[in-house]
């Protein structure tokens, strides 16, 4: 693995590290809370998983974080799963999120840009008086505490307005974004039962308008818990029978009342797919999500209210959700709705160069997109005001690092970042301080004891391993929604190595610090950035009479691509032509996601399955990424493993 002796692609100079916030909360916490002085990074990070306490209450106090009520202690109990954090605090993160309205009201707060791509501003005043509107009226709704609020909604002001309302009212948010299909949507709210719905009659994307109202309607129908629905009329239509008007709930100018609730109160319901059953439906807490974005964001992407903050995404992925955090760092947020590549490949640095964004992040896929349709952001845009290109949604290929390295400028930050949905938050990515290697995250992030472990339980440097967290995060999930024992949630990721946080990527540590991410050691899929389980695709893909049974993979490629067949077992008599292979890609589009209709369509002569009946997708992954059948499987533990082969011959073929 990379030597420590290896030149770097970038090195922050000495101003740059002098003015960094995490330069200025080192030497401020060496002072206060006994952090080391000198050692730069590396040795705040040692001290910060090795002294927790101490660097957690260091976090709060640099940030100002207003407790209602105080805490206890920092740390109530470090077990894992079950960690307690701040023990008798109770705070608000709504109330975080709007500070910036008391110093600074005519400042702006949110840019909106759809795709015609001219921003448009929401000052920090504005949005502060439609939180309270919205949040009086979800009061007076009958909104409580605990209660869930649901959205279908694209990446709007709308969104932000509605769940910093939901926060405000200690309720809990949850969203998806309207390109997710009816099935897809119900797999995930009625688990939680929402009391409220916010959705759009429609969205835009690709130039082209896309009605919504009829799958909106199938969700009223579905969704029995139900007291109110609001219409956000984005293509201009009139609110449908029962539902309300957003422009009447948000039309007061009313202060915004904040509940105060336990550190541990849930703030929000995040979905990440497992292989089986229906979406993890996991909970996060308000001050969990409070203090690990405040850390992520204010010291490792260095955000403050000089800033601007852009990141691709939808409010179906994580990334949106920590997008909108950047308002705990009083910067400007940028909410960008629409097709990441309209109407032209490089339509992201457009709208980068158009908000003066500070920091631009988007996919790996993204960057080598740009790259192949050569793309010349640094050359046609002016991206002067870009600090530091992030990117997350699979790892960055080498050749990644070097086009935005020669392509925008060569005195650039590159952050290349890997965290998950389970934790809404990075793992390894982003210093400001440190240089930046090719292929490589720069660090694991401070108070994160990121570790590479073999199947024994050993840590291991320069080798690949299993990524496991050995010590605590506050953003680790307090529970998953319908999981009543725990069980759920400590076989996702405590099963393997019982007490440590196993996530299910392969990683390296290297020999200087960096981090380099393989890919999934697990089978969910993780396309554009959005994860989903197997099981959704199987459940819609098996109610076509042709197909007897399925197999779906993800495969992170070496170049920086994603590719994703379906293979299929068909019922006798019929045939996989192009009607049918028609028929299969229209009913994952409609039911589930367009990200994830299958690259290839595959014939295979029977789906291999454990002797239980699971189907085996990680074996398979590991042939199709050229592993040896004597090393990607257990002959033992497989059904039939001549069926194996097909796979095995397959990979070969691709490589040739």
Not at 58 to 79: K, M, N, Q
Not at 389 to 400: F, K
Not at 459 to 479: A, F, K, Q, W, Y
Not at 587 to 608: F, K, M, N, Q, Y
């Amino acid at each position: 693995m990379t030597s420590a002796h290896t030149e770097p692609l970038w090195q922050p100079d000495e101003p740059r590290i002098d003015a960094a916030a995490v330069t200025r909360f080192q030497a401020w916490a060496a002072e206060r809370h006994g952090a080391p002085a000198a050692g730069g990074y590396p040795a705040l990070h040692r001290w910060s998983v090795e002294d927790l306490e101490s660097f957690w209450q260091a976090v709060v106090e640099w940030f100002d974080v207003r407790f209602s009520t105080p805490y206890e202690r920092v740390l109530g109990d470090r077990s894992m799963p079950g960690a307690q954090w701040f023990p008798g605090a109770t705070l608000n993160y709504a109330e975080h999120a709007l500070r910036a309205a008391a110093e600074r009201p005519h400042d702006t707060a949110l840019l909106h840009v759809d795709e015609t791509h001219e921003p448009r501003p929401i000052t920090w005043a504005e949005l502060r008086r439609q939180v309270g509107s919205l949040s009086a009226e979800l009061r007076a709704l009958g909104v409580r505490p605990g209660d869930r609020v649901s959205g279908y909604l694209p990446n709007i002001p709308e969104a932000v307005v509605a769940l910093l309302a939901t926060a405000a009212v200690g309720a809990v948010w949850t969203s998806c974004a309207p390109d997710f299909g009816a099935r897809s949507v119900l797999d995930r709210f009625q688990q939680v039962e929402p009391v409220v719905l916010f959705t759009v009659d429609g969205y835009r994307y690709g130039g082209k308008e896309h009605d919504r109202r009829e799958t909106v309607a199938e969700l009223r129908a579905e969704l029995p818990t139900l007291r109110a629905v609001v219409h956000i009329p984005l293509l201009g239509t009139e609110p449908p029978e029962g539902a309300l008007a957003w422009s009447a709930l948000t039309a007061a100018d009313t202060e915004p009342l904040f509940e105060e609730v336990d550190f541990s109160h849930p703030l929000w319901v995040l979905y990440s797919s497992g292989t089986t059953g229906l979406p993890k439906a996991i909970v996060q807490s308000q001050g969990g999500i409070l203090v690990e974005h405040l850390k992520q964001l204010g010291l490792h992407c260095d955000l403050g209210p000089q800033d601007v903050f852009f990141w691709y995404t939808s409010t179906g992925w994580m990334m949106w959700n920590f997008l909108v955090s950047g308002l705990l760092t009083g910067t400007t947020v940028v909410l960008y709705d629409g097709s990441p590549g309209y109407p032209d490949t490089a339509a992201q640095w457009r709208i980068a160069e158009r908000t003066r964004a500070t920091l631009y992040g988007t996919s790996a896929a993204y960057v080598m997109a740009c790259a192949k349709a050569d793309v010349h952001p640094g050359r046609d845009f002016d991206l002067s005001a870009i600090n530091c290109v992030a990117t997350t949604g699979s790892p960055l290929p080498p050749d990644g690092f070097r086009w935005l390295h020669d392509e925008v400028r060569e005195d650039l930050w590159i952050a290349s970042v890997s965290g998950g949905t389970d934790v809404c938050s990075c793992f390894a990515g982003a210093v400001p301080t440190l240089p930046v290697h090719i292929g490589e995250l720069q660090a694991a992030g401070l108070g994160t004891d990121l570790q590479s472990w073999d199947p024994s339980g050993k840590p291991l440097i320069g080798e690949v391993g299993e990524l496991v967290v050995t010590n605590p995060m506050p953003s680790m999930p307090i529970r998953f929604w319908n999981d009543p024992d725990g069980s759920r949630y400590h076989d996702s990721y405590f099963e393997m190595f019982p007490g440590v946080w196993r996530h299910g990527d392969w990683i390296t540590i290297t020999d200087h610090g960096s981090v380099v991410i393989h890919g999934r050691s697990d089978s969910t899929l993780n396309r554009q950035g959005v994860r989903m389980g197997s099981a959704d695709i199987y459940e819609a893909v098996e109610r076509l009479p042709e197909i007897r049974e399925s197999l779906v993979i993800g495969l992170e490629e070496p170049d920086g691509g994603y590719w994703m067949p379906l293979f299929v077992h068909l019922t006798d008599g019929a045939t996989l032509d192009e009607a049918l292979i028609t028929r299969i890609k229209r009913t994952i589009r409609a039911e589930l996601s367009p990200r994830h209709v299958p690259d290839d369509i595959i014939e295979v002569p029977g789906i291999p399955h454990t002797l239980t009946g699971k189907r085996i997708e990680v074996p398979v992954k590991r042939l199709l990424q050229g592993t040896p059948m004597a090393k990607a499987v257990n002959p033992g533990s497989v059904d039939n493993l001549s069926l194996l082969d097909f796979y095995e011959h397959l990979a070969r073929s691709r490589t040739r």
